[in-house]
């Protein structure tokens, strides 16, 4: 069968069709049927089945003969160190793990915070909660205390797993001090914290709170795996908004198993046993579905990668790991390789190196530009496919079904809609908009399985997020076309979120923090195009009535609290002092005029504008800092 013929057959019969996919996953208890819609608009999947992510992840390969095969490959270019852990080693691991959070009173539904770089104990201890049944929430490394306390407020974990530090180029990221903040700032408070201590930084442990990794597990009895309802949280992942509190996408068990092993060998084209590699970090949602569940239900082989594209130690690293590893099928998002492209344009380091055993490289996380595809193709002679997805899904939605049919790339469309995604384009009033016409994205309800049904603690928000603007359909946030062929063509977002190194961050959130400032009365922060992040945030601020300090200590101080409030990786470095914002008539800021400035690219005047001598203010701004040229 073809794209087209299992596309059709999924239409025709979805619950048929995935009943089917279903029978890929071990259950302790088969699910009667897939979808359950007794709540619509808010659908479950394989409800009354009973699962274990860590049982179908790791155990059952080893049960089926398959412990020597290695289930992750740690490769640290940033500390020199390389290892192998197999499917029987991580099942020991785990279950040892596992028992003794048991032992400390975790069980099935609570929730632990897992705060790590990329080492495989960040794995390990995802595989250690589901297999309790407890609900992991991981928060990226590159946050600040103060994020990590609003999750920990959230979420409110019974423990918080964590690791003594991580490691960027030339910077230890104390991560104990990091926790303790967010515990101090936090209104919830942990009943316990577990240290993985590095070689490279060991932290003072608190006695009866803080429990050594390794003392921790001596002498417990290891757990077995805790079979769960099919529609029980598999994890939260806290994503970035239109607002600063971030949303706590929920990923339920069956269908998160039940799709992601699907998109393995259909999108990803690899057969249990092959190298898979997802550049990306734990941390995001890629990392979570490609670099830890997605593979090992699969019984492929994960790389672990704590490194840069380029810098750990040069811009070969990438063609280094494949070639060592074996990498069949390679992830990453577009800004790596415009790094990498930035560093080697010629591909001198690649030529260094055998990539005869990768089949194909796929992007995503950010817009693909057309110069960075075309560059990757040429240089590695590999075909390149992009594809679409958001932490929301956990999965593809619009992409080239490569182990189906490889379908003819155009490049800077992400391919076609995967099963389960009836995409439509649609206008403000929601109606459908013809081929070629630019509107918002919507999916018909109901969203595949895996998917979120809910964000932890606020049904509301997910409502209002999601499903009131366009009713019967998902608003995915993004805004596109479909063409004559079928093919999705993502173009803008519809919100204030932004996309830096392919990190999906809140302006809104950024604007919170810049407007806690004392001498900051008001203020806007865009997303400018950026060559090598994307976009980049740029914060414009007014002072408050009196305020005579100089402006570039007021804009250094104001970079310094995004970075202190949400953390290094909102890459907040510009901000400028302006003496009035453009605005609307009803006092609304034109912040999307603001980009179009900042970018260089043609605006037309808005009817509705207040004061348009502000634009050339903001113009004149952007200017001093080597924008709107
Ligand atoms: N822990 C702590 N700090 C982190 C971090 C982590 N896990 N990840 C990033 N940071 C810090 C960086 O050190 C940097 O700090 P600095 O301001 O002191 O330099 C800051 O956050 C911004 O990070 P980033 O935007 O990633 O910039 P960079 O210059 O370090 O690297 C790229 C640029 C393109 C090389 C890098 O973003 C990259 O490899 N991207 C790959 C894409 C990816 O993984 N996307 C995830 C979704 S698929
Ligand atoms: P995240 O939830 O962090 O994965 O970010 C999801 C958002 O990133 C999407 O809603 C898009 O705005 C953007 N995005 C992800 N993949 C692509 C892609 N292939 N092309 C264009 N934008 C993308």
């Known amino acids: 069968m073809g794209y087209k013929e299992v596309y059709d057959s999924w239409k025709q019969d979805p619950e048929g069709f995935w009943m089917q996919a279903a029978n890929a996953i071990d259950w302790d208890e088969k699910p009667t049927k897939a979808l359950f819609d007794e709540n619509a608009p808010m659908y479950e999947w394989f409800c009354d089945g009973k699962v274990n992510t860590c049982y179908n992840a790791v155990d059952r390969h080893v ?33 040892s793990l596992a028992g003794a959070l048991r032992a400390k009173g975790v069980e099935k539904g609570d929730r632990v915070v897992i705060y790590m770089p990329m080492i495989p104990e960040a794995l390990e201890a995802m595989l250690a909660c589901s297999r309790l049944g407890a609900i992991h929430s991981v928060v990226f490394g590159g946050f600040a205390a103060n994020e990590l306390a609003v999750r920990l407020d959230d979420a409110q974990p019974k423990a918080i797993i964590a690791a003594s530090c991580g490691l960027e180029p030339g910077r230890v990221v104390h991560y104990k001090p990091l926790v303790e903040g967010a515990i101090e700032l936090a209104r919830h408070k942990p009943e316990f914290c577990v240290i993985f201590q590095r070689e490279q930084e060991v932290a003072k442990l608190k006695d009866g ?104 130690p040069d811009a070969g690293t990438f063609w280094r790991i494949i070639e060592e590893h074996k990498v069949k099928s390679f992830f ?64 593809t939605i619009a992409g080239n079904p490569v182990g189906i049919e490889a379908l003819p790339v155009k490049i800077g469309s992400p391919t076609v ?33 895996g998917t979120l049904p809910t964000l932890w603690n606020a049904g509301d928000r997910f409502h209002k997020s999601y499903l ?32 830096v190194a392919g990190h999906r961050l809140s302006t809104g959130g950024m604007e919170e923090v810049l407007a806690s400032h004392p001498d900051v009365a008001e203020c806007a922060v865009i997303g400018v195009t950026d060559q090598l992040k994307g976009q980049l945030p740029v914060g414009f601020v007014c002072l408050t009535k009196g305020v005579n300090r100089p402006h570039d200590e007021i804009a250094k101080e104001c970079v ?23 605005k609307t008539r009803s006092g609304k800021i034109l912040r999307a005029i603001m980009v179009k400035i900042a970018d260089g690219t043609e605006y037309k005047m808005p009817a509705t504008i207040d004061d348009p001598a502000i634009l050339d203010e903001i113009k004149e701004a952007l200017q001093s800092i080597g924008y709107a040229k």
């Not at 992750?72 to 852990?85: A, E, Q, R, V």
């Not at 649609?426 to 013809?434: R, S, T, V, Y």
């Not at 366009?470 to 996309?499: C, H, L, Q, S």
């Not at 310094?560 to 890459?571: E, Q, S």
């Open 63 to 95: 049960e089926a003969g398959n412990g020597a095969r290695t289930a992750i490959i740690y490769d640290s270019p940033i500390t020199d160190t390389k290892h192998k852990i197999s499917y029987a080693e991580l099942q020991t691991r785990v279950a």
């Open 209 to 312: 709170f803080d429990f050594d990794w390794h003392g921790f597990q001596a002498g417990v009895e290891p757990a077995g795996c805790v079979p769960v309802e099919g529609n029980h949280p598999a994890y939260i992942l806290y994503t970035s908004g239109t607002t600063g509190a971030p949303k706590g996408v929920v990923r339920p068990t069956g269908g998160h198993l039940v799709a992601l092993n699907w998109t393995m060998k259909n999108i990803y084209n690899v057969d249990p046993g092959d190298v898979f590699w997802a550049a990306s970090d734990v941390g995001w949602v890629v990392g979570h579905s490609y670099i830890c569940y997605g593979p090992l239900i699969h019984g492929n082989t994960t790389i672990v990668f704590e490194g840069k594209p380029i810098g750990t």
């Open 332 to 395: 990453t998002a577009p800004t790596a390789f415009r790094a990498v492209k930035r560093e080697d344009p010629k591909g001198e380091y690649l030529k260094k190196y055998d990539l005869s055993g990768l089949n194909a490289i796929y992007l995503a996380g950010e817009r693909a530009d057309p110069d960075t595809i075309e560059w990757t193709q040429a240089m590695t002679g590999k075909p390149v496919y992009d594809h679409w997805w958001q932490t929301e899904t956990g999965y």
């Open 417 to 449: 809609p995967m099963p389960g995604y009836d995409i439509h384009i649609l206008d403000d009033a929601g109606h459908e908009l013809p081929a070629g016409e630019l509107g918002a994205i919507a999916v018909k309800l109901p969203l595949p399985p």
């Open 468 to 499: 009131n603007t366009f009713p019967g359909y998902y608003e995915t946030g993004d805004a596109g076309m479909i063409d004559k062929d079928g093919y999705i063509w993502i173009m803008a977002r519809t919100d204030d979120v932004i996309n």
């Open 560 to 582: 310094k609290l995004v970075r202190d409030k949400i953390g290094p990786v909102a890459a907040f470095k510009l901000a400028l002092v302006v003496d009035r914002l453009p």
